[in-house]
């Protein structure tokens, strides 16, 4: 819905570090209310170590998704353009050094992440806002099936987006 969020408190098995990693859910706008969509983000002020994803954020494209990344904004801009009253696929995936942005499995943009370690610089995660400017880039839509998974670059090249509830492990 409009103006509801997750925020989740600090906690070090968060903070994402150097290493690989992948965020990856279903999203589904019902319409851009605010200065843009922001889907998650791990700061209270966007700084070194800070990831956040948005989607048509009116200080770089209001028609475009974009990752924010280590005070790099945008560090990848989607060529596809935002979607309304559809389900679509994101994974944000780390491997090695470079950070790659999928949109219904398929790459969408890179961003090199040589150096950063993804910590969130001692802040708590929130799904569905950002910390900094609650009212202004607050989602409305939906989100099902939002995974973490520190460690594991699960998606390398391009596939198919999961159809199937992901398993309780």
């Known amino acids: 819905g409009s103006g509801d969020y997750l ?3 600090l906690n070090t098995q968060l903070q994402l570090g150097a290493g690989n990693f ?3 859910f279903w999203l589904n706008l019902v319409s851009r209310d605010t200065s843009g969509a922001c889907i998650f983000a791990n700061y209270n002020s966007f700084t070194t170590g800070a990831l956040s994803f ?3 954020h009116a200080t770089s494209s209001s028609t475009k998704y974009q990752i924010a990344c280590n005070g790099t904004f945008p560090a990848i801009q989607s060529s596809a353009s935002v979607s309304y ?3 679509d696929h994101f994974a944000i995936v780390r491997n090695g050094n470079t950070l790659t942005l999928y949109i219904n499995g398929t790459a969408d943009g890179t961003f090199s992440m ?3 370690s993804v910590d969130g610089v001692g802040s708590n995660w929130i799904i569905g806002a950002a910390l900094d400017a609650l009212t202004n880039y607050e989602l409305n839509g939906y989100i099902d099936e939002f995974r973490i998974t520190k460690g594991v670059a699960r998606y390398t090249a391009n ?3 999961p ?3 992901f398993p309780n492990k």
Do not use: H, R
């Open 7 to 9: 925020l989740m408190p």
């Open 22 to 24: 992948t965020i990856e």
């Open 85 to 87: 009253n559809q389900w």
């Open 114 to 116: 040589t150096g950063i």
């Open 163 to 165: 159809t199937a509830p």
């Open 54 to 56: 948005f989607a048509g």
């Open 159 to 161: 596939f198919t987006a």
